[in-house]
Nanobody
Framework: VQLQASGGGLVQSGGSLTLSCTAS????????IDWYRQAPGRQRELVAT???????NYADSVKGRFTISRDNYRDTVTLHMSSLKSEDTAAYYC?????????WGQGTLVTVSS
């Protein structure tokens, strides 16, 4: 299983950014895909999940600001982030559980300047 994340960068507070995660070597349509983030000195936390049936869940801290979606034709999950805050600064990782094992993308850094 390979997960390739992209789209991070530097953005001003209140701005928007879109992250993408492309999966390979799995039957993508069968899996729930998550986005996690980890800020310096903090534990990795779950940000959003989209199920194989397109149900979505969000951390309270990002509800109403972030939107997760998936494109099963392109094996890609997207996290659109808006109204960004300095506390959203973190490395963002996409994640999938395949055959009982956790697989992570390489992480993409989001920095929100105030």
């Amino acid at each position: 299983v390979q997960l390739q994340a992209s789209g991070g960068g530097l953005v001003q507070s209140g701005g928007s950014l879109t992250l993408s995660c492309t999966a390979s070597r799995i039957m993508f349509t069968h899996y729930d895909i998550d986005w996690y983030r980890q800020a310096p000195g903090r534990q990795r936390e779950l940000v959003a999940t989209i199920s194989s049936s397109f149900n979505t869940n969000y951390a309270d801290s990002v509800k109403g600001r972030f939107t997760i979606s998936r494109d099963n034709y392109r094996d890609t999950v997207t996290l659109h982030m808006s109204s960004l805050k300095s506390e959203d600064t973190a490395a963002y990782y996409c994640h999938v559980i395949h055959r009982g094992q956790n697989f992570w993308g390489q992480g993409t850094l989001v920095t929100v300047s105030s």
